[in-house]
Antibody
Framework: QVQLVESGGGVVQPGRSLRLPCAAS????????MHWVRQAPGKGLEWVAV????????YYADSVKGRFTISRDNSKNTLFLQMNSLRPEDTAVYYC??????????????WGQGSLVTVSS | QTVVTQEPSLTVSPGGTVTLTCASS?????????PNWFQQKPGQAPRALIY???NRHSWTPARFSGSLLGAKAALTLSGVQPEDEAEFYC?????????FGGGTKLTVL
């Protein structure tokens, strides 16, 4: 069965960096694009970024462009989100999610359980 | 700044039918926006229901159906069950990037 497990969350000071990994199993990771989605406490879902199956295409929400980087290591079945210059408004549960197919224009079918990132001094 | 708009809240009686809609500030929603629908219950991760306007995932009950309604994407729930009470989100594709609507809180009462 498809499993997506995020880790690396925690409390970080404004302006600092954090990297979130997402370990994938139960499917052929190299065949699928992957997304990151976040949800601030008590708020709605916000799409963050998507990466194609081979890492050649990446797209970002305007709110994180230039600060966050999505990447993947297909040899380790792992997706990453590098978050730099963090702001209090980046506080959220970050979900890793699988796309329905290999391209970045494919939407989400499976979700992880999320990892909470709190940006606070 | 593109905005995707949903009804903030709707109420439906058990066994009834309700339609949720999803609009884009860029214009009429078409199949090219690949409309998706997700359900989220408190304390849980979201669950995918509908992709590419009207396609159900293998786990999606048949009482959930997606369509285009005028200039919007729509999710219709027929024969609503008490367990359908949840937050529902649409997701639209805008040429490379994706955007969620603000969500509709569905109450079954």
């Amino acid at each position: 069965q498809v499993q997506l497990v995020e880790s690396g969350g925690g409390v970080v000071q404004p302006g600092r960096s954090l990297r979130l990994p997402c370990a994938a199993s139960g499917f052929t990771f190299t065949n699928y694009a992957m997304h990151w989605v976040r949800q601030a406490p008590g708020k709605g879902l916000e799409w963050v970024a998507v990466i194609s199956y081979d890492g050649s295409d990446k797209y970002y929400a305007d709110s994180v462009k230039g600060r966050f980087t999505i990447s993947r290591d297909n040899s380790k079945n792992t997706l990453f989100l590098q978050m730099n210059s963090l702001r209090p408004e980046d506080t959220a549960v970050y979900y890793c999610a699988r796309a329905r197919s290999f391209g970045a224009a494919n939407s989400i079918d499976y979700w992880g359980q999320g990892s909470l990132v709190t940006v606070s001094s | 700044q593109t905005v995707v708009t949903q009804e903030p809240s709707l109420t439906v009686s058990p066994g009834g039918t309700v339609t949720l809609t999803c609009a884009s500030s860029t214009g009429a929603v078409t199949n090219n926006y690949y409309p998706n629908w997700f359900q989220q219950k408190p304390g849980q991760a979201p669950r995918a229901l509908i992709y590419s306007t009207s396609n159900r995932h293998s786990w999606t009950p048949a009482r959930f159906s997606g369509s285009l309604l005028g200039a919007k994407a729509a999710l219709t729930l027929s024969g609503v069950q008490p367990e359908d009470e949840a937050e529902f989100y649409c997701l639209l594709y805008h040429g490379g990037t994706w955007m969620f609507g603000g969500g509709t809180k569905l109450t079954v009462l």
